[in-house]
């Protein structure tokens, strides 16, 4: 059955030319123009991964407040952002309301469906008994990798799909160091080193929300990160 991906984009010409392309690729594709459509039809069937530029219509940062709302509805779906804004401030707003990836429009369509394609080999491999134990426990943490669930101490910890597996390949090897290098390719991410910081912040407050306490993720400085043995 062919993956699903919508995409949000409010300019109709750019809209289509993605939308073409992707199911030229064997994807099926859902075409929405504005958030409010967007969000009505997420609501009825979310699709497997979604698309989403950041001006939609009248709304200057309506691609930000869907990534919040679909967020909230479906917490480990893929979400990319595609859009025509460069600046890291963009990038790293969009990075901290969950989103899985950052892509500006420039961007060549090889280079966006080999994002595409990284995004779906982590579900993939989390699926795949051979990739990732079905669950892993380590001390007061528990990875659903067949559910993408965690939890600490008994309390769920809302990661996304890019979250959940930088913190699946910490932990699956208490202890050891992980340079960003190492992190990027065993966690099947396809980011520059800038974003795993961010993500790795946004782990660590998710965790805190939960656990004042929570001191897990150690920084090695110069060197990467390791989840304490």
């Not at 899985?100 to 491999?125: E, G, M, N, Q, W």
């Not at 528990?142 to 799909?161: E, I, M, N």
């Not at 932990?171 to 290098?181: I, M």
Request: charged share 30%; proline share 4%.
């Amino acid at each position: 059955m062919p993956r699903r991906i919508a995409i949000v984009e409010d300019d109709a010409a750019i809209r289509a030319n993605y939308a073409d392309a992707l199911r030229k690729h064997g994807y099926e594709v859902s075409a929405h123009a504005a958030r409010g459509e967007a969000m009505g039809a997420f609501r009825t069937r979310l699709p497997d991964l979604a698309v989403i530029d950041i001006g939609l219509g009248e709304e200057p940062d309506g691609g930000f407040t869907l990534c919040r709302e679909l967020r909230a509805l479906a917490p480990s779906l893929p979400i990319l952002f595609l859009t025509a804004r460069d600046s890291d401030f963009d990038a790293v707003s969009g990075l901290r309301l969950g989103a899985d990836d950052y892509l500006t429009k420039d961007v060549s369509l090889p280079h966006l469906l080999a994002r595409i394609s990284a995004l779906f080999r982590r579900i993939d491999a989390l699926r795949e008994p051979k990739a990732a134990e079905e669950v892993l426990e380590r001390g007061a943490l528990r990875l659903d990798a067949k559910r993408f669930a965690a939890s600490w101490k008994g309390r769920p910890v809302g990661l996304t799909l890019t979250e959940f597996w930088m913190v699946h390949t910490l932990a699956k090897f208490p202890g050891h160091v992980k340079d960003r290098e190492g992190l990027m390719r065993d966690a099947n991410l396809v980011v520059d080193e800038g974003t795993i910081t961010s993500h790795v912040k946004r782990i660590r407050r998710k965790f805190a929300a939960v656990d004042p306490a929570f001191e897990q993720i150690d920084t090695v400085y110069g060197m990467g990160y390791r989840w304490k043995a």
